[in-house]
């Protein structure tokens, strides 16, 4: 049994936060934040909505606390109160999908880059029988996704058998009987999983498969299944499989994403800031928050006035999630939100991505390179649209301003560093050792501490690119695996679906040297300029690439762009923009698409595909971009 999770937050603080304490609502909240993150995480699949039911959640926590009876009974009020926004989320998105028919890319896709499974995989370091348990949750159904979100917490050991039925409203006799049945369907799929990873696999299986689009569902489990279970080969792979039970016995909840989970709990603001305060219902006479008193009151400046509703309704755009950095900044940012307008339009979404960006680095005499170019810097707040949304990004006047202005939740720069590069807030830089010369200690290093993806050998099929034979890009794989990064298989520009091409060599000889690659990286231009051919050759083409490796992709540049005759053609702004927002509408329906970054961020006369010129000039394709999601 966890005793992390168990032990808080203790009555104590319950009762103290209740009075209005303010330390002890903090300590309350910082408890609470993790264990509604991994229910509503993973009861969601990693949904973009995530983040706004854990923050609903929250302040349904602060407002409701004073009316709790029995504090001893706060996890379950927490565990029931975190469900029925689950439930409330459901149902609005039954709602919307039937009021949009067809749209489920916007209602009804998990966002890749917050995948459950994957991030549990990653962050908790599962392997072999674990990590298949893991990639098995994504093939439940709808219905058992709450159910799993409560069960896997009992199994590590955070909840009990009694909170997971007072949540779900059940006795624990029904709670057993969904609960076998889940677990039943979880074993079906971990022989699945197993089939499919297997190498070189059964041909039998591939056939089987040759109709399905790669995304995991309750329906093709039923059909896959069927096949395991009747094949020799298939079902001789699942005779070794161990009880689920003993897997997630002991596992620690998944932590929280970057932003949300620094130096919880027991962070603290900044000496002179105010402490964090308990809500205070709206006074009915004024509209304003009633009253300063030290115990339960908004904290005041040192004026008398009222801090906290003044940031709350004259906040900056994307405040609050540079403020989300420990647990008193969630604390600070959630009750400030209560006392915002439910129709604040201003309002941005309270949690920071998953990855944090770092800070440029400088390195005086380096020549400005595609991967580290100067540009003045000008902080400018974005308003992040998608973390799986990214662009490559060259030097040009204004760049900081139009990075800022592209809504991208992501970038890179063709190398580890982005020298005179603002990151603006919220928006995660990704590093790439472009090719063999950059395989050295201080670009490893800057790789490394740069964040937990790192991006490799740019084009190594291509003569005026990296140009690296897959026997050298295998032998220098080792030193890109001691960084510890999850790491994206070299870039090709084409070939990726061939298994005798340059990708295929070099996956099939990272498998037989046991070398680790995380996940696909690819290019793709389109030379057929109508818009609903080329979006169907990129899905055909990453469909057969994740069908061959069964691995997440990152479509890292892409464009209509036709390439031969001693130049390249482009087509119009118009039909660029077309193709943008028809693609990347196709992207959000293929959840093993991770991420993707369009090419590129400037717009030049060589570069017609860019999406600014300047800092603020947004081309037609600029501002289909910034519509992306």
């Known amino acids: ?45 990693g949904h973009a909505d995530v983040d706004d039911v854990v923050q609903e959640t929250l302040v349904r926590v602060i407002r409701h606390l004073p009316g709790l009876n029995d504090p001893a009974a706060f996890r379950s009020w927490l565990v029931a109160i975190t469900i029925r926004q689950v439930r409330d989320w459901e149902q609005r998105r039954r709602v919307a999908l039937s009021r949009d028919a067809g749209l489920d890319a916007i209602h009804n896709v998990p966002d890749p ?6 991030m549990t995989i990653l962050r908790l370091g599962l392997t072999d029988q674990r990590r298949e348990v893991a990639e098995a949750t994504r093939w439940l159904d709808p219905d058992d996704q709450e159910l799993l979100s409560l069960w896997w917490l009992e199994e590590t050991g ?60 309750p329906l093709w489990r039923k059909r896959l299944a069927r ?10 792979l699942g ?32 000496p002179d800031a105010s402490p964090v305060a308990a809500y205070q219902p709206p006074d009915p006479a004024t509209g304003g928050v009633a009253g300063t008193a030290p115990a339960g009151g908004v904290p005041t400046d040192g004026d008398g006035g009222n801090a906290l509703v003044d940031l709350a309704l004259n906040r900056p755009r994307g405040l609050l999630p540079a403020l989300a950095v420990g647990a008193a900044a969630v604390v600070l940012a959630i009750t400030t939100l209560v006392v915002v307008r439910p129709d604040d339009p201003q309002a941005p979404s309270w949690a920071a991505p998953p990855s944090a960006a770092p800070a440029a ?17 000008v902080p400018v707040a974005p308003a992040v649209s998608s973390a799986r949304k990214g662009v490559g990004v060259w030097a040009f006047d204004g760049v900081n ?80 695996m001691a960084t510890g990064s999850r790491l994206g298989s070299p870039a090709v520009a084409w070939g990726g679906d061939d298994p005798q091409g340059w990708l295929g060599r070099f996956m099939s000889g990272a498998q037989a040297r046991k070398h680790r690659v995380d996940f696909v990286t690819l290019h793709w231009f389109g030379a057929d300029f109508t818009t609903s051919t080329a979006v169907d050759q990129l899905r055909r083409y990453l469909q057969d690439v994740y069908q061959r490796y069964r691995k997440p992709i990152w479509l890292t540049e892409f464009a209509l762009i036709r390439f031969g005759g001693g130049g ?19 992207l959000g329906q293929l959840p093993y698409v991770q991420r993707y970054a369009w090419f590129g961020l400037p717009a030049t006369d060589k570069d017609r595909s860019g999406l600014f010129r300047g800092g603020a000039d947004v081309t037609a394709v600029g501002r289909a971009f910034q519509a992306a999601r």
């Open 1 to 45: 049994m966890s005793s992390a999770g168990r032990q808080l937050p203790d009555v104590r603080s319950v009762v103290a936060a209740r009075q209005g304490d303010q330390r002890a609502l903090d300590d309350v909240v910082a408890a609470s934040l993790p264990l509604v993150y991994n229910i509503v995480g993973r009861a969601l699949r």
């Open 113 to 118: 880059g917050s995948d459950f499974a994957a």
């Open 158 to 217: 955070e909840l009990d058998r009694t909170e997971v039925a007072d949540a779900l409203g059940l006795s624990p006799g029904h709670v057993a009987v969904r609960v076998h049945r889940m677990k039943d369907q979880i074993q079906t799929a971990r022989a699945v999983v197993r089939a499919l990873r297997a190498r070189p696999g059964c041909p039998d299986l591939r056939t089987v498969t040759d109709e399905w689009d790669g995304v995991p569902n």
């Open 227 to 236: 096949h395991v279970r009747d094949c020799a080969v298939c079902a001789r």
């Open 239 to 270: 005779t070794s499989l161990l009880p689920i039970d003993r897997l997630l016995a002991g596992l620690p909840m998944l932590p929280l994403p970057a932003g949300l989970g620094a130096h919880l709990p027991g962070a603290a603001l900044s």
């Open 361 to 377: 680095v400088a390195t005086p005499g380096v020549t400005p390179t595609p991967g580290a170019r100067p540009s003045s810097r």
């Open 401 to 480: 301003r139009a990075l800022a202005g592209s809504r991208a939740g992501w970038y890179y720069t063709w190398g580890t560093e982005h020298q005179g590069i603002t990151t603006p807030p919220g928006v995660a830089f990704v590093p790439m050792i472009r090719g063999a010369e950059n395989v050295t200690a201080p670009e490893l290093a800057r790789a490394r501490a740069a964040g937990p993806y790192l991006l490799t050998f740019n084009e190594p099929d291509l003569p005026d690119q990296s140009n690296l034979t897959v026997e050298q890009a295998l032998d220098l794989w080792p030193r890109l």
């Open 568 to 586: 390249q053609q482009f087509p119009s702004q118009e039909q660029q923009a077309a193709f943008l927002t028809a693609a990347t509408t196709m």
